[in-house]
């Protein structure tokens, strides 16, 4: 049997057969094409390596048990997942040495293909945990009506099983330390909200220079940041922030939330707070993406409607805020308060949430 070589192994005949430009096809080839090809290809198998760190992720996160190492393991996947979006973005450098009229050369040829079929972005997406609901409506329709039936089938199967978010909301919704019957950590936690508030309201009323108007508007705001701190101890506030949508994660998972972000210098905690600032990371770097390519979208075709038919940047720009899936997590540093505020915590509990080899 033939050994095996480096192009065998790579299926390299294959792999650099898959560039067929149309302006070729239609006679009048265009040289950046060849460019515009091989970047979207990239793209994709860089997308088909995110989808197989996020699967081994939602596994491990999603199993009944979660080992501290396995928290570890998930982490170092994630971050995985946060280098090759550094990679996904600087790519758009590279097709921006494309000028829009090298890109007007075969532009029209490419009607009505476009990225918004990338069966994969799709999935991505679906399984990071973006709801249907949360979806822009595309040419008036729901996203899969552009994709074709295979890919209809993939994208959806990608949609029916748990996402990252759903996995990651169910691990915090169990965890333990969240009440602790020799603490009540959250009553210690309200009177010393309640005290940094009084505080704020105390020089606010003593600036003497202040305007009245101005005064006024800084109290009603203070009011405002009281009242979103009543939904940390009042569970019928909290859900009725999720009922209007401005919350997603359940009240328990959105305690267990805050208590890491809290403590997470207690070493137990450490490894859960990195992997929450992983998702509030990959979340960002999406979004940067989104606007990076809406504003590339922007420079090649200025305002004209996209291939695909939709506005075109328009629909982009408004996708950079409309599909966020870990807001929640970024929601939380409303919660924080200074260090110096934190209810102590009994030895008891600490010695649970340290490791005790140097005891
Ligand atoms: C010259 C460069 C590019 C232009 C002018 C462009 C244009 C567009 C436009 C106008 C849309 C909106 C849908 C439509 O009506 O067609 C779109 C969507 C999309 N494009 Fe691009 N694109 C470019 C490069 C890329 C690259 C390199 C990728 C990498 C995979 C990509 C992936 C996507 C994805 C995933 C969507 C769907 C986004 C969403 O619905 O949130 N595009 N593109």
Not at 71 to 93: F, N
Not at 159 to 180: G, Q, Y
Not at 254 to 264: D, P, V
Request: hydrophobic share 40%.
């Amino acid at each position: 049997m033939a050994s095996l070589t480096y192009g065998k192994y790579l299926r390299l005949k294959e792999l650099l057969a898959c560039q067929a430009p149309e302006s070729a096809k239609a006679g009048r080839p265009a040289h950046d094409e060849l460019l515009f090809i091989v970047t979207h290809q990239a793209y994709e198998l860089w997308f088909k390596q995110c989808l197989h760190e996020l699967d081994a992720v939602i596994a491990i996160v999603g199993a009944d048990f979660v080992h501290e190492r396995d928290v570890g393991r998930a982490l170092h996947y994630l971050e995985r997942v946060i280098r090759i979006q550094g990679v996904l973005l600087d790519q758009i450098d590279i097709l921006e040495t494309m000028t829009p009229l090298d890109f007007l050369d075969f532009r029209n040829l490419l009607t009505p293909s476009s990225g918004f079929q990338s069966a994969q972005f799709r999935s991505l997406e679906n399984r990071l945990g973006l709801e249907r609901t949360q979806r822009l409506r595309y040419n008036e329709a729901e996203y899969e009506a552009a994709l074709d039936a295979s890919d209809r089938r993939r994208v959806g199967a990608a949609e029916r099983e748990p996402s990252l978010f759903d996995v990651v909301e169910a691990w915090l919704a169990r965890m333990p330390f969240v009440r602790s019957p020799e603490f009540d950590f959250w009553r210690e936690y309200r009177a010393n909200v309640t005290r940094m508030l009084d505080e704020d309201r105390e020089t606010i009323e003593r600036k003497a220079q202040l305007p009245a108007a101005a005064r006024r508007a800084q109290l009603d705001e203070l009011e405002r940041t009281r009242e979103t701190f009543e939904a940390v101890f009042d569970p019928v506030k909290y859900e009725r922030l999720r009922a209007a949508r401005q919350r997603r994660l359940s009240y328990p998972a959105f305690l267990a939330a805050l208590m890491i972000m809290l403590y997470r210098d207690e070493p137990i905690l450490q490894g859960p707070f990195r992997l929450l600032t992983a998702l509030v990371e990959i979340d960002e770097n999406l979004s940067l993406w989104r606007y990076r390519h809406a504003l590339m979208v922007h420079r090649m075709i200025g305002t004209k409607i996209g291939t695909g038919g939709s506005s075109g940047q328009d629909y982009l720009r408004r996708t950079v805020e409309a599909h966020r899936v870990f807001l929640d997590f970024f929601n939380l540093s409303t919660y924080l308060i200074p260090r110096s505020m934190l209810p102590r915590l009994p030895a008891e509990v600490r010695e649970q949430l340290g490791f005790r080899w140097n005891a």
